[in-house]
């Protein structure tokens, strides 16, 4: 009896775990391409944001009306601006950066956020997944301790504020039912926010996008955005709050390799030892006993 159960429950964690895979790649090859993007001022911020979002949506939305029968447009006005909060202060927050610091410091965020909800909502918090949380949370002081490799705290309060819009987003898709329509429809509905970077255009003087800028801003919207989010919608309805909070924290890692291969970051030993202690704590919480 025990055998067969543990057949069918691998079967069910397969049918997320590849998905889930898919979507933390391109967590982290977002992070590669806007610090490309913004590394030698091939693009502002606020450009970055707008091409990301709507071409994110305009390739989302497309896929809705290829599909037979077509699907109508989900998502809701929440998850929009939720979207929204998250890209632009991503964008932003990367202008003094590096690819895996500033990962690291979204999905601290993320994780901080997602196991906040689960603990208000009720959510059984094992001993197990709280210590590999504490010790994953733990590598993110290893990065911000003070000194001169500690990130600018000004582009660090934006990063956290972006995984805080983050975590929201990922929380608002556990109750997903279709997750292509819903973040094709989130994608739709956080293109009026942009008006909002009308002024922050204004006061920078202006939109600045070269051609490698407009690229990159393309990848990040169409591939890692538009179809790594629509995957992760189908993932965080698999998984506890919990479990998709400690996934995203292997990001950082998956960013910092980026960086360095794609990018010609150095990998401060600060940082590595950050991404060391950070994956030992996701190891402990997800890892089951047996």
């Known amino acids: 009896m025990s055998t067969g159960t543990t057949t069918l429950s691998d079967r069910k964690a ?35 944001t707008v091409v990301r979002l709507a071409s994110g949506a305009v390739f989302l939305l497309l896929l809705l009306h290829l599909r037979k029968p077509a699907l109508a447009m989900g998502g809701s006005w929440r998850g929009g601006l939720a979207l929204f909060l998250y890209a632009f202060l991503f964008s932003a927050a990367y202008l003094q950066l590096g690819a895996g610091a500033g990962a690291l410091l979204l999905f601290g965020a993320v994780q901080i956020t997602m196991f906040g909800f689960a603990g208000y ?32 705290l000004t582009s660090a309060l934006l990063m956290a504020a972006s995984g805080v819009a983050w975590g929201v987003y990922s929380l608002l898709g556990k109750g997903s039912p279709r997750p292509l329509a819903d973040t094709a429809g989130n994608f739709a ?29 393309l990848g990040s919207g169409v591939l890692a955005s538009g179809a790594g989010y629509a995957v992760w919608y189908g ?4 998984v506890s709050a919990q479990q998709a909070a400690t996934m995203q924290l292997s990001v950082p890692v998956l960013a910092a390799l980026g960086g360095v291969c794609l990018i010609g970051e150095p990998l401060s030993l600060r940082l590595l030892v950050a991404c060391v202690v950070v994956l030992g704590g996701i190891a402990l919480a997800l890892v089951s006993r047996r």
């Open 14 to 48: 397969s049918a997320w775990r590849w998905p889930a895979l898919f979507s933390l790649v391109a967590f982290a090859a977002n992070s590669v391409f806007c610090r490309l993007a913004l590394m030698d001022g091939a693009i502002d911020p606020a450009s970055f």
């Open 189 to 217: 509905r956080s293109l009026p926010c942009l008006v909002l970077l009308v002024p922050v255009l204004w006061v920078g003087g202006g939109a600045h996008v070269t051609a490698l800028g407009l690229l990159y801003a």
């Open 121 to 152: 909502k009720g959510e059984r918090i094992t001993t197990r997944m709280l210590l590999g949380m504490l010790i994953a949370f733990a590598g993110l002081l290893v990065l911000l301790l003070p000194g001169a490799e500690a990130p600018p």
């Open 235 to 238: 993932v965080v309805r698999q």
